[in-house]
């Protein structure tokens, strides 16, 4: 991530609700055929970080019309439904550069029925409208001083427009936005697009309904979605504030003054601590320029519902909130992830993840959070089990497969020589730690500097009552030990609890001790009862409606690790626990309802995503998750042990 704070300001007249566009095209859009050549990739970008500087990765639309009767039509997969309480406007940027004349200021002047007065005018409308019936507005300049809190909102060339939906006579519904050229332009032109997104007028309140798919998202707002540092009155100014910390993400250093507390080293001196809110969501209108300084690529696959702000207007409020809180410990301060501190530490080393789906999380958003000192990355396959061809998919920095979470290999390429490598495995990863031998990832963890371990919470399919975790963790540490190079560090993270009905969670919770409270009725909520079956069937044991996934389970009987590895000469020096349990907290951040707004056609649709329960185990990004490559990192390049 950049070295000063990144943050876009939604303190003017445009607060986003629904994208369409911004860098690339939502998945629940799709261009129309038979339009003008369009690139949806276009390298040139509208944004800008808070520094004034260029977002990378930043993409835009770029359009060539031969005729007039070419029309761009940019069309949802489910009718988007429109609710009144909010003053909603279409707002897009756009680059006049190719015009025949400059475009005048925006006006209520209502729009043409059929036809095109100007250089190009867009439309708003159900698909099957014949252009005929269609309303068009010329694109025209929005009057908007909107700024960014250090220089302009959007860089020379291009300028915005926002336009009321009820100029173009929408009902209660509309599926489509449409460009067209002027009906008397004659030669070809480029049309530049970004940032196309249907916005509200103001800060959505307590009580609005945002604009929805098909009308299963219309959820009234709450009072504290949108709760920011200031309660009352306008969204806070960084301008106010010296410190370079301010609305920095997961970054708690705040108070005008110079950090002057020592760095955590991450043996527990992170633990106690408390969330507080550092940052005003309503100053936010990119999560993801604000937390990783860059723009997210395009993301498809079973799994595109995880970057949770893209899915759906309430989704975006939601994660809003949920990235505004940094986690401060008492003793010590959390350093901001710096990828060139990282890369000058890391040298031509290797750090292997090896885990299940979160660690997979933490693998991602490390090498978003590093920025550019990512160069590249791969998708292996052909090694794991079942994967009959072995071949490799390479991406530069700017894409990814987070979609489908790489698959059981990936890796990713820093400047200076180094590599992170990911191993995703499930119930499996057990299996083959009895016996490494003959796991397809042994070369991986016999070349690796460092192992970031994660068993997780799949164990509990394979030993419901943990009864045999301790025969798991002396086996796997000994067979460790026996493959991992002599000098090689192994770091086993701790597995954090889902949470009960985590879509009503709009905060963190107080404490640990509340988080482990909604998942038990018992007294001591940290005692252990065994699920085991009665003989009349029933399971008893477990709380098989605050807690059937056993979430518990795990993080009670993981400090085995660390115990049986202070018994092993040959190991004990080399081994450490990474205590992430300060997440318990997090409620809040979860992907919940999320997935229920991604796509269910296309390659990767599938009814599921809409029948399943909620997932209040996994978080979106950005979002908490992100905090254990924050404390990945502390411990890396903080701690004595991993220094040189």
């Not at 040298?347 to 920025?371: C, H, P």
């Not at 072995?390 to 979609?403: A, F, L, P, S």
Request: aromatic share 10%; glycine share 8%; hydrophobic share 35%.
């Amino acid at each position: 991530m950049a070295a000063t704070a990144v943050m876009a300001a939604t303190t003017g007249s445009v607060f986003p609700l629904l994208v369409i566009y911004d860098d690339s095209l939502h998945n629940r859009w799709q261009l129309l055929g038979n339009g003008p050549l369009t690139d949806l990739n276009a390298p040139r970008d509208a944004g800008r970080l808070w520094d004034g500087g260029s977002v990378p990765c930043g993409r835009s639309i770029r359009a060539t019309f031969n005729t007039s009767r070419q029309a761009l039509t940019l069309q949802s997969e489910e009718p988007v439904v429109l609710a009144d309480s909010l003053p909603l406007i279409l707002s897009f940027v756009f680059d006049p550069t190719d015009f025949t004349r400059q475009p005048g200021k925006c006006t209520s002047s209502p729009a043409v029925k059929g036809a095109c007065p100007a250089d190009y005018c867009v439309s708003v409308r159900l698909n099957n409208t014949r252009r005929a019936d269609s309303l068009f507005l010329p694109l025209c300049t929005a009057d908007s001083r909107r700024t960014e809190p250090r220089g302009p909102l959007l860089p020379p060339g291009w300028t915005r427009m926002e336009a009321p939906l009820d100029q173009f006579g929408t009902a209660a519904i509309v599926d489509q936005v449409v460009f067209v050229r002027g009906d008397r332009t004659r030669h070809s032109r480029q049309l530049q697009l970004d940032e196309i997104w249907l916005s509200s007028r103001r800060t959505p309140r307590a009580g609005d309904s945002p604009p929805s798919y098909g009308g299963s998202d219309i959820n009234v707002i709450r009072p504290n979605w949108l709760q920011g540092v200031t309660r009352q009155g306008a969204a806070n100014s960084p301008g106010a504030r010296r410190n370079p910390h301010f609305c920095e993400y997961m970054s708690s250093e705040l108070g005008g003054a110079p950090v002057r507390r020592p760095l955590c080293r991450m043996d527990g001196d992170q633990l106690a601590g408390r969330w507080m809110q550092t940052c005003d969501p309503r100053l936010i209108s990119r999560p993801d320029h604000f937390a990783y300084g860059r723009a997210l690529p395009p993301v498809k696959g079973w799994y595109d519902y995880r970057l949770c702000y893209r899915q759906s207007a309430t989704e975006r409020l939601r994660a809003l909130q949920a990235i505004t809180w940094s986690w401060r410990p008492y003793k010590c301060a959390l350093a901001p992830v710096r990828g060139a501190q990282f890369d000058a530490w890391l040298g031509n080393r290797t750090v292997l993840f090896l885990g299940d789906s979160l660690s997979a999380q933490a693998y991602y958003s490390l090498i978003w959070l590093l920025g550019d000192h990512v160069t590249g990355q791969k998708d292996l396959y052909g090694r794991a089990p079942g994967e009959p061809v072995v071949g490799e998919t390479v991406m530069d920095k700017c894409q990814t497969n987070v979609g489908n979470e790489g698959g059981w290999l990936s890796s990713a390429h820093l400047r200076g020589g180094g590599k992170l490598v990911k191993v995703l495995r499930h119930a499996d990863l057990f299996t083959e730690l009895r016996d490494i031998r003959n796991a397809f990832w042994r070369p991986f963890l016999e070349e690796a500097d460092v192992v970031v371990l994660n068993v997780g919470h799949h164990y509990h399919q394979l030993d419901p009552t943990f009864r045999k975790y301790h025969e798991l963790v002396a086996g796997a540490l000994e067979q460790l030990a026996a493959r991992m190079r002599p000098a090689a560090k192994l770091v086993f993270r701790t597995t954090n609890i889902g949470h009960y009905n985590c879509a009503n969670a709009t905060r963190p919770l107080r404490s640990r001790a509340d988080a482990w409270q909604e998942l038990t009725g018992a007294k001591n909520i940290y005692e252990w009862r065994p699920p085991q079956m009665t003989r009349r069937g029933a399971n008893v044991g477990v709380d098989l409606f605050n807690d059937k996934y056993n979430w518990r389970g795990p993080p009670l009987f993981e400090s085995a690790w660390e115990r049986t590895a202070r018994t092993m000469p040959a190991l004990a020096d080399r081994f450490a626990v990474l205590n992430v349990s300060f997440l318990d907290m997090r409620g809040d951040g979860h992907v919940a309802t999320s997935m229920r707004y991604s796509s269910t056609r296309g390659e990767f649709g599938a009814d599921w995503k809409k029948a399943f329960p909620l997932d209040c185990l996994h978080y979106c990004y950005p979002g908490p998750a992100d905090f254990w490559a924050l404390a990945l990192y502390n411990l890396l390049l903080n701690n004595p042990k991993y220094q040189g």
